[in-house]
């Protein structure tokens, strides 16, 4: 069994150029995984391995690497003292197209390093980020990057980390120098200066006393990190206070990674990746603050059968229990279903159980990823990451566990698809490897949807911006051979209801023989606030049937029927947003009525009823965030009102000017070549997806008359 205390699972997310791939790079340069360091803007960085990474110089999938790091060093160099820790990282994008891919390693990881750039701070990317990192209560350290920029500010990011994440953001390192004077970092655990050697691409170090001029300040920020972690210790304050120099540094480092585990602070560093300055402090920071699988919460999970909760210890003598997060095709191995595991040990070319699907899953080989290549082992334990191979069906977010241990584990939050295209095969042979590429894609990217537009018969792409559907459709060209049309993106609206309406609906067939009977009374409308925001999901079915009017057989057909009508609202034939039904009496005939029966009615009786709950059209709508110089304010608001923008705020940032504005989907389409020639190309946007919210209706009988008019053309 490995030793686990010496283990470390952490991603590394930021926003678009924060540098997340470049510290990537570096960190398999210091732990011997590569003998070249690649950079991304040559196309050359080892995680971003698709084509359509190495052009475009960003990174669209995750990519997991293993590596191992001699710790702690001095100066550079092992010595006796030191103990080898064992790192599984995931360098994720940083495009919000691809938030997905960041959202299921957070599922998975047990800690995270937090880029920010020294020059922009804080970016809405990094926002969505902190977000999903809360939501998984994953501990994380902050590494400010790009030091060596104009502009660069490091205490600067440190407030805004305060200020706009609301997180407590402790220095425990101040920058020697900035822009191209930085030189190093004065540690205000050691209260010692470290400076890189250039010739070594950073490999060694040298160690100096507190700069003279710094004095001041570094105690001044010593001060500040002692109070911030004595709450943890509370001797380290008086210590502080009686004789500071009595304090020790282990006591320092203990009170620090109990801090930041327990998400109580996150500890802030800086150094510039590309420059490589700053990359081996922060590995031994990950090593010595974020915690290894033993010290996160005990995995909770559900027995499949009865619903009772079932804790797994990170130990390999406990059942098998793991969470399969991603898959890829490999053109040399096929499907791999990358894994994390949280208990117990497995075997290659053993059985597994899928809870999803009920069914037992041969694991014929097992590997350990570096980026695109496999390096196949003999088993997986408790704490490691892997990727299956050889099984039938695997889809995101399943859990995989020992046959007579099941277990259900915690699924990850997909979002909502937002945007769509629709795209037919160019020749009439494209037809099948269309297909066959669209079920390869949509098992890899959960947040792709495909369906098919019953009045026009087109196939629809949705997904999570135009970056993503513009991958997505090159992949199709290139991977799978595919040639395609495509048409002009397409805003995905949805429908929903404003009112609450009582209905009877009855359904009849006689057609000679046994007939069809349905009668069903039931009350249609919104879904509650409360099941809404405890997560439940979009449709809520109250049963207040009493008294056998219906036969219980029938009441999950009944649900079946409604819940799948969602799919094709009742005014334009856009999905509904949440919907609840309460069925509350209703009749049956002893020999005509049937599971089917009933769900046709429920059918009828959505159609039926939806009209007379007022539907609407939502749309969707966006985060904006705009940087721009002083002389363009005046063009870009403008612009942006009247593209229906809510401004919501302005900041400045560096001598520019940020505006922040919710504006919906429909009306930003194009923005950024606008945005491009009102600015003479000095201005640049981020766009999220932030909410949907009700069409104006001028927009809405717009779009209600759109479709309609397809409708009748097909």
Same mark, same amino acid.
């Given at each position: 069994?490995?030793?686990?205390?010496?283990?470390?699972?952490?991603?590394?997310?930021?926003?678009?150029?924060?540098?997340?791939?470049?510290?990537? !790079?570096?960190?398999?340069?210091?732990?011997?995984?590569?003998?070249?360091?690649?950079?991304?803007?040559?196309?050359?960085?080892? =995680?971003?391995?698709?084509?359509?990474? +190495?052009?475009?110089?960003?990174?669209?999938?995750?990519?997991?690497?293993?590596? +191992?790091?001699?710790?702690?060093?001095?100066?550079?160099?092992?010595?006796?003292?030191?103990?080898?820790?064992?790192?599984?990282?995931?360098?994720?994008?940083?495009?919000?197209?691809?938030?997905?891919?960041?959202?299921?390693?957070?599922?998975?990881?047990?800690?995270?390093?937090?880029?920010?750039?020294? $020059?922009?701070? $804080?970016?809405?990317?990094?926002?969505?980020?902190?977000?999903?990192?809360?939501?998984?209560?994953?501990?994380?350290?902050?590494?400010?990057?790009?030091?060596?920029?104009?502009?660069?500010?490091?205490?600067?990011?440190?407030?805004?980390?305060?200020?706009?994440?609301?997180?407590?953001?402790?220095?425990?390192?101040?920058?020697?120098?900035?822009?191209?004077?930085?030189?190093?970092?004065?540690?205000?655990?050691?209260?010692?200066?470290?400076?890189?050697?250039?010739?070594?691409?950073?490999?060694?170090?040298?160690?100096?006393?507190?700069? !003279?001029?710094?004095?001041?300040? $570094?105690?001044?920020?010593?001060?500040?990190?002692?109070?911030?972690?004595?709450?943890?210790?509370?001797?380290?304050?008086? *210590?502080?206070?009686?004789?500071?120099?009595? &304090?020790?540094?282990?006591?320092?480092?203990?009170?620090?990674?109990?801090?930041?585990?327990?998400?109580?602070?996150?500890?802030?560093?800086?150094?510039?990746?590309?420059?490589?300055?700053?990359?081996?402090?922060?590995?031994?920071?990950?090593?010595?603050?974020?915690?290894?699988?033993?010290? &996160?919460?005990? =995995? $909770?999970?559900?027995?499949?059968?009865?619903?009772?909760?079932? &804790?797994?210890?990170?130990?390999?003598?406990?059942?098998?229990?793991?969470?399969?997060?991603?898959?890829?095709?490999?053109?040399?191995? %096929?499907?791999?279903?990358?894994?994390?595991?949280?208990?117990?040990?497995?075997?290659?070319?053993?059985?597994?159980?899928?809870?999803?699907?009920?069914?037992?899953?041969?694991?014929?080989? @097992?590997?350990?990823?570096?980026?695109?290549?496999?390096?196949?082992?003999?088993?997986?334990?408790?704490?490691?990451?892997?990727?299956?191979?050889?099984? *039938?069906?695997?889809?995101?977010?399943?859990?995989?566990?020992?046959?007579?241990?099941?277990?259900?584990?915690?699924?990850?939050? @997909?979002?909502?698809?937002?945007?769509?295209?629709?795209?037919?095969?160019? =020749?009439?042979?494209?037809?099948?490897?269309? %297909?066959?590429?669209?079920?390869?894609?949509? !098992?890899?990217?959960?947040?792709?949807?495909?369906?098919?537009?019953?009045?026009?018969?087109?196939? @629809?792409?949705?997904?999570?911006?135009?970056?993503?559907?513009?991958?997505?459709?090159?992949?199709?060209?290139?991977?799978?051979?595919?040639?395609?049309?495509?048409?002009?993106?397409?805003?995905?609206?949805?429908?929903?209801?404003?009112?609450?309406?009582?209905?009877?609906?009855?359904?009849?067939?006689?057609?000679?023989?046994?007939?069809?009977?349905?009668?069903?009374?039931?009350?249609? %409308?919104?879904?509650?606030?409360?099941?809404?925001?405890?997560?439940?999901?979009?449709?809520?079915?109250?049963?207040?049937?009493?008294? %056998?009017?219906?036969?219980?057989?029938?009441?999950?057909?009944?649900?079946?029927?409604?819940?799948?009508?969602?799919?094709?609202?009742?005014?334009?034939?856009?999905?509904?947003?949440?919907?609840?039904?309460?069925?509350?009496?209703?009749?049956?005939?002893?020999?005509?009525?049937?599971?089917?029966?009933?769900?046709?009615?429920?059918?009828?009786?959505?159609?039926?009823?939806?009209?007379?709950?007022?539907?609407?059209?939502?749309?969707?709508?966006?985060?904006?965030?705009?940087?721009?110089?002083?002389?363009?304010?005046?063009?870009?608001?403008?612009?942006?009102?009247?593209?229906?923008?809510?401004?919501?705020?302005?900041?400045?940032?560096?001598?520019?000017?940020?505006?922040?504005?919710?504006?919906?989907?429909?009306?930003?389409?194009?923005?950024?070549?606008?945005?491009?020639?009102?600015?003479?190309?000095?201005?640049?946007?981020?766009?999220?997806?932030?909410?949907?919210?009700?069409?104006?209706?001028?927009?809405?009988?717009?779009?209600?008359?759109?479709?309609?008019?397809?409708?009748?053309?097909?």
């Amino acid at each position: 069994m490995a030793d686990l205390r010496f283990q470390r699972n952490f991603g590394i997310a930021a926003h678009i150029d924060a540098g997340k791939t470049t510290t990537t !790079e570096r960190i398999l340069r210091y732990t011997g995984m590569i003998h070249r360091i690649g950079e991304v803007h040559d196309g050359a960085a080892t =995680t971003d391995w698709m084509e359509q990474e +190495k052009e475009r110089g960003i990174t669209i999938t995750s990519a997991a690497v293993s590596c +191992k790091w001699q710790f702690p060093t001095v100066k550079g160099k092992a010595d006796a003292n030191t103990k080898e820790y064992y790192f599984n990282i995931i360098d994720t994008p940083g495009h919000v197209d691809f938030t997905v891919e960041v959202e299921r390693s957070m599922r998975v990881l047990d800690g995270l390093i937090a880029l920010f750039s020294a $020059v922009d701070g $804080v970016e809405p990317q990094s926002e969505t980020v902190w977000r999903q990192a809360n939501r998984y209560k994953v501990p994380r350290i902050g590494f400010v990057n790009k030091m060596d920029r104009i502009g660069a500010d490091f205490l600067n990011v440190v407030k805004q980390v305060k200020e706009m994440l609301g997180a407590k953001a402790v220095p425990l390192q101040l920058p020697i120098g900035a822009e191209d004077d930085f030189k190093g970092v004065v540690d205000l655990i050691k209260m010692k200066g470290i400076v890189w050697h250039v010739e070594t691409e950073g490999m060694t170090f040298d160690e100096i006393p507190v700069p !003279e001029d710094m004095v001041e300040e $570094v105690n001044h920020w010593r001060q500040n990190l002692i109070e911030a972690v004595a709450e943890y210790d509370e001797s380290l304050l008086e *210590k502080f206070f009686d004789d500071p120099n009595s &304090i020790t540094e282990d006591e320092v480092h203990e009170a620090i990674r109990k801090a930041c585990i327990d998400l109580s602070i996150v500890p802030m560093m800086c150094g510039s990746s590309f420059k490589n300055k700053g990359v081996q402090t922060a590995l031994d920071a990950v090593c010595r603050y974020l915690p290894s699988p033993m010290d &996160i919460e005990d =995995t $909770v999970g559900t027995d499949p059968e009865t619903g009772n909760q079932i &804790i797994r210890k990170a130990n390999a003598k406990e059942p098998f229990a793991a969470l399969a997060f991603k898959i890829m095709t490999d053109p040399f191995v %096929g499907r791999l279903a990358f894994f994390r595991v949280y208990s117990g040990h497995l075997d290659a070319g053993s059985y597994v159980l899928n809870v999803r699907s009920g069914k037992n899953e041969r694991i014929s080989r @097992i590997m350990k990823m570096f980026a695109n290549k496999q390096n196949p082992i003999d088993f997986i334990e408790a704490g490691d990451i892997g990727a299956a191979v050889g099984f *039938k069906d695997i889809k995101t977010g399943d859990s995989l566990c020992d046959e007579k241990h099941p277990i259900a584990l915690e699924n990850m939050f @997909i979002p909502e698809p937002v945007i769509a295209i629709a795209i037919e095969p160019k =020749t009439q042979d494209g037809v099948e490897k269309m %297909g066959m590429a669209i079920a390869k894609l949509v !098992e890899e990217d959960p947040t792709l949807r495909v369906n098919t537009d019953e009045a026009t018969g087109q196939t @629809i792409l949705r997904g999570m911006g135009e970056l993503h559907l513009e991958i997505i459709v090159d992949r199709m060209r290139r991977e799978f051979k595919v040639e395609i049309n495509q048409g002009a993106p397409q805003v995905a609206y949805k429908e929903a209801f404003t009112a609450s309406v009582e209905h009877r609906e009855v359904f009849k067939k006689q057609t000679g023989g046994r007939g069809k009977f349905a009668d069903i009374q039931f009350e249609i %409308g919104p879904a509650d606030e409360e099941f809404i925001k405890e997560g439940k999901g979009q449709f809520q079915f109250v049963n207040d049937i009493f008294g %056998g009017s219906i036969p219980k057989e029938f009441h999950a057909s009944i649900a079946k029927g409604f819940e799948s009508s969602m799919t094709t609202g009742v005014l334009a034939g856009f999905p509904l947003d949440t919907m609840k039904v309460r069925i509350f009496d209703g009749s049956f005939h002893q020999v005509d009525s049937d599971a089917m029966s009933f769900e046709l009615c429920a059918k009828s009786g959505f159609r039926e009823a939806g009209r007379k709950a007022k539907p609407i059209v939502l749309e969707p709508i966006m985060k904006v965030e705009v940087v721009t110089p002083d002389q363009y304010m005046g063009d870009v608001t403008g612009d942006l009102n009247r593209r229906r923008a809510m401004l919501e705020g302005m900041d400045t940032r560096n001598n520019l000017q940020v505006i922040k504005a919710k504006v919906p989907l429909s009306e930003m389409f194009g923005y950024v070549t606008q945005l491009r020639s009102l600015s003479s190309g000095r201005a640049t946007s981020t766009m999220e997806f932030s909410h949907y919210a009700p069409a104006p209706r001028n927009i809405e009988e717009e779009v209600v008359a759109k479709a309609k008019g397809k409708t009748t053309a097909a």
